[in-house]
């Protein structure tokens, strides 16, 4: 007797391998479900909530309350232009320095491979310290960007970098772009290797100049590269807190308060929770905006989420 | 080349490794240096009477010391669990056919675009329903689930490189499948492990906003120590120990990533490359 076909589908579909490849990925499923879909789903839900600390957790559905509230805060509505603006200028900074970067790195000179590992090391700092570490170099007294240009002449009085908003606020995309060169320009550097170095070679036969050797060559063999090095760089910056936390802790007078700054403060010093969930609502929609944007223009979707993972 | 081109190449390189290296060379000079020599104006960098007296205050406070350790822990600990967690499912999606695969790997790299302050908002709720704050069994947990896509999507990719033949020959000679991926597939792909590992440790030892909302005393990591050393600077001015802290933070990354280099460029550039 045959068994019927629905029970012969069935058991093709839990035959010994689909059950060892799901058994080989339960843990990593359990995890990812449990520590992140169902926060990241919860999420959502506190983001239409006013949740009250005091007593145990106490939720009250307000709709779209949260979302109304942000147009009366100050903060936010400070720190979400200022989150654009940061991530712009770091984005547009960090691509044109990386491709710099790379090109010379890609050039054959002595002691090459040291000095691309040196240029490496800031990738690997928390951005937590590089917050410190631009604090004592941007410091009105102990900075070293003030030694410096004082004796070699080139300010007459010490300036005092961080306690201007204006100032501050581009201390802070200097620090994250040292942070963000050095994997955007490795990225960079592994495609120029994969440039042919024939195309060129023919081009100088033809003639062009230095110039149009970028122009036709590199540029258009770094496209996708280059969107996708967009992407993560302003994925990243869109997010910057500790850079931020350590630098100027939010000031002057909060004046460096970033999208993420903002959250944490709402959250977590302040404890209004279903709000700020509302408030990182609005950063992921600007994050994804953003990344759409990219996206979009790369038209290589799979290739590019690939990429968001390597970075985060 | 010619003369003029070489010049502006090596005069670059110099910008270059200025850039990088000078923000940190400054550091060590902070925390070298005595107080005096930085205030006079112009600065006195009269590198002759170095002062290690800011190194030995930071070995000697106990609680900076131990948040080096509680970085130490949970990033070796996450580092582990993420590499046996992920080995598993990187091979189960490599090597076995069944269906879903797509799906879970879709899932798992969909959850890397969201901001991680919208996971830590409930998982503050919970943590504290539960009484898992300042553990550092908790902070073990929130980071592997955190880096366990990329780290399987990474791992998933090198396995991929290993010769298929090599596992049937294990195979035939009666190994079970997860017996070949730890005696044959683990160990020809080991430096495709320790870029990850290198990667996971990093990311671990460098993560501040969770461990800074999440712990207390019993696990504050050193992010979350020199961030409070930081926020001391402007009552008690000790610039020396917020550099020597920073120093200590930085160090072991760096070293890590200096002394590794070649499987993590091999990790860095390859992932990217693949796609």
């Known amino acids: ?312 | 080349m010619t003369l003029g081109r070489k010049t502006a190449l090596y005069l670059a390189v110099v910008v270059i490794l200025l850039w990088s290296l000078l923000p940190l060379v400054w550091m060590l000079v902070v925390a070298l240096l005595p107080a005096d020599n930085l205030n006079s104006r112009p600065v006195n960098l009269d590198l002759s009477k170095l002062d290690l007296g800011g190194f030995a205050a930071r070995f000697g406070d106990g609680s900076f010391r131990n948040a080096m350790l509680h970085s130490f822990i949970i990033a070796s600990a996450t580092t582990l669990a993420c590499l046996l967690i992920g080995s598993l499912a990187g091979y189960s999606l490599a090597r076995i056919r069944f269906s879903g695969k797509s799906l879970f790997m879709g899932a798992a790299l969909a959850t890397q675009m969201i901001p991680g302050v919208i996971l830590l908002i409930p998982i503050f709720l919970v943590f504290r329903q539960l009484g898992l704050t300042d553990s550092m069994l908790g902070l073990v947990l929130l980071y592997s689930a955190f880096l366990l896509p990329y780290s399987i999507w990474l791992l998933r990719g090198f396995f991929e490189e290993v010769p298929i033949a090599l596992e049937q020959a294990a195979r035939l000679d009666g190994c079970s499948r997860v017996g070949a991926l730890f005696r044959i597939i683990i160990p020809v792909a080991a430096p495709g492990l320790a870029a990850t590992a290198i990667f996971l440790y990093i990311s671990t030892w460098n993560e501040f906003l969770f461990a800074l909302v999440l712990t207390l005393q019993n696990s504050k990591t050193a992010t979350v120590a020199l961030a409070e050393i930081q926020g001391q600077i402007f009552g008690a001015q000790d610039y020396t120990a917020l550099a020597t802290a920073a120093v200590l933070v930085i160090l072991p990354p760096v070293l890590i990533a200096v002394l590794l280099n070649r499987y993590l460029v091999r990790s860095l550039a390859e992932s990217a490359v693949k796609g």
């Open chain 1, 1 to 312: 007797m045959s068994s019927p076909p629905i029970a012969r589908r069935l058991q093709r579909a839990f035959d010994a391998d689909t059950r060892l490849g799901l058994a080989l990925l339960a843990p990593a499923a359990l995890i990812i479900g449990f520590v992140l879909l169902v926060p990241i789903a919860t999420a959502l839900f506190m983001a239409f909530n006013s949740i009250n600390l005091q007593r145990s957790p106490n939720w009250t559905f307000n709709g779209l309350n949260n979302f109304a509230l942000i147009g009366r805060d100050d903060l936010a509505l400070a720190a979400i232009p200022r989150s654009i603006y940061f991530a712009s200028l770091t984005v547009v900074l960090v691509i044109v320095a990386s491709v710099g970067v790379a090109i010379v790195l890609n050039e054959p000179f002595r002691g090459r491979r040291l000095v691309r590992l040196l240029a490496l090391i800031p990738w690997s700092v928390a951005p937590l310290a590089a917050g410190s570490t631009w604090y004592l170099l941007f410091y009105y007294s102990y900075g070293g960007i003030n030694a410096v240009l004082y004796a070699l002449g080139i300010i007459p009085e010490y300036i005092s970098w961080l306690t201007d908003a204006t100032l501050a606020i581009n201390a802070a995309v200097i620090g994250q772009v040292w942070l963000s060169i050095p994997l955007a320009s490795l990225l960079i550097l592994a495609r120029l290797q994969g440039i042919p170095g024939m195309l060129y070679k023919a081009a100088m036969v033809d003639g062009a100049t230095a110039f149009q050797r970028f122009r036709y060559i590199t540029l258009p063999g770094l496209r996708t590269t280059l969107l996708i090095v967009i992407l993560i760089t302003t994925i990243i910056s869109l997010q910057t807190f500790d850079l931020i936390f350590a630098l100027t802790r939010g000031g002057p007078a909060l004046g460096t308060v970033v999208l993420n700054y903002a959250i944490y403060q709402r959250a977590f010093v302040d404890l209004r929770i279903g709000y700020a969930a509302s408030l990182a609502l609005i950063l992921f929609g600007i994050v994804l905006i953003a990344s759409l944007a990219v996206l979009i223009l790369t038209r290589q979707r799979r290739q590019a989420q690939a990429y968001v993972a390597v970075t985060e």
